[in-house]
C-alpha cells in the first residue's frame, strides 16, 4: 500500500511559480518510478513530468524548459517546480507512483499503480 499526499498547489498570477509536493509513504520509494499529471476542467489527464528510477526525467513538451521533476529520497517527497506559469496551467496536479510493467510510456496514466488526491493549481492572466 503506497499512500501518496500532494500540497504546494494554490492561485499564481501569469509569470509566476510554484512548487508542488509529494510526500511518499508504505513503499520502497527510492525504487519507484514516479510521475506528475494534470486535469484541466472537461480534459482528459495528461503527463506532465516524470522520473524513472535511475533518475531519468521525461516532460511533456508544453512544459519543457519551465517545470522541473525531482525527488529527494531521504524525504520521501517528489517534487514539481513550476516557473513561467500560464493560464493553460490551470488544472488540478495528480503525483503517481510505482511503474507496472505494461506497454506505457513514462507520460501514460497506465503507467502508474497508486496515485495522490491531487492538488489546485489557478493561474491567472
Known amino acids: 500500500q503506497v499512500q501518496l499526499v500532494e500540497s504546494g498547489g494554490g492561485s499564481v498570477q501569469a509569470g509566476g511559480s510554484l512548487r508542488l509536493s509529494c510526500a511518499a509513504s508504505g513503499t520502497t520509494y527510492p525504487n519507484y518510478c514516479m510521475g506528475w499529471f494534470r486535469q484541466a476542467p472537461g480534459k482528459e489527464r495528461e503527463g506532465v513530468a516524470a522520473i524513472d528510477s535511475d533518475g531519468t526525467t521525461s516532460y511533456a513538451d508544453s512544459v519543457k524548459g519551465r517545470f522541473t521533476i525531482s525527488k529527494d529520497n531521504a524525504k520521501n517527497t517528489l517534487y514539481l517546480q513550476m516557473n513561467s506559469l500560464s493560464p493553460e496551467d490551470t488544472a488540478i496536479y495528480y503525483c503517481?507512483?510505482?511503474?507496472?510493467?505494461?506497454?506505457?510510456?513514462?507520460?501514460?496514466?497506465?503507467?502508474?499503480?497508486?496515485w495522490g488526491q491531487g492538488t489546485q493549481v489557478t493561474v491567472s492572466s
Open positions: 503517481a507512483a510505482e511503474c507496472l510493467p505494461v506497454v506505457a510510456g513514462l507520460l501514460s496514466s497506465r503507467k502508474y499503480n497508486w
